[in-house]
Nanobody, 118 residues
Framework: QAHLVESGGGLVQAGGSLRLSCVDS????????MGWFRQAPGKERDLVAS???????NDLDSVKDRFTISRGNGRSTVYLQMNSLKPEDTAVYYC????????????WGQGTQVTVSS
């Protein structure tokens, strides 16, 4: 049962910005790691960025220096600030979390569509 709720997707022109938000609406629990994945039509789902505690990592080379992941103070919220968006960033973006210390992504949101027009 998904408890991650994403928001902030939409349509934006190339060069624009969007900020995605994800909130864990379930019972209070430890989220060891949170991250954002994306999946374009006909392509695999890729890990874009992840954060453990306050340590953030851009896992996808194509978004480095453009995307920034961060967590809210309560640790149950994660954001993805996306700047200088390109048409190739168009995808469904999924929030995910690890509720276990073993490294598996076991909790997912429903996804939010991001469309970048040229």
């Amino acid at each position: 049962q998904a408890h991650l709720v994403e928001s902030g997707g939409g349509l934006v022109q190339a060069g624009g910005s969007l900020r995605l938000s994800c909130v864990d609406s379930g019972i209070s629990r430890t989220l060891y790691r949170m991250g954002w994945f994306r999946q374009a039509p006909g392509k695999e789902r890729d890990l874009v960025a992840s954060i453990t505690g306050s340590q953030a990592v851009n896992d996808l080379d194509s978004v480095k220096d453009r995307f920034t992941i961060s967590r809210g103070n309560g640790r149950s919220t994660v954001y993805l600030q996306m700047n200088s968006l390109k048409p190739e960033d168009t995808a469904v973006y999924y929030c995910a979390a690890q509720t276990n210390p073993f490294g598996s992504w076991d909790t997912w949101g429903q996804g939010t569509q991001v469309t970048v027009s040229s």
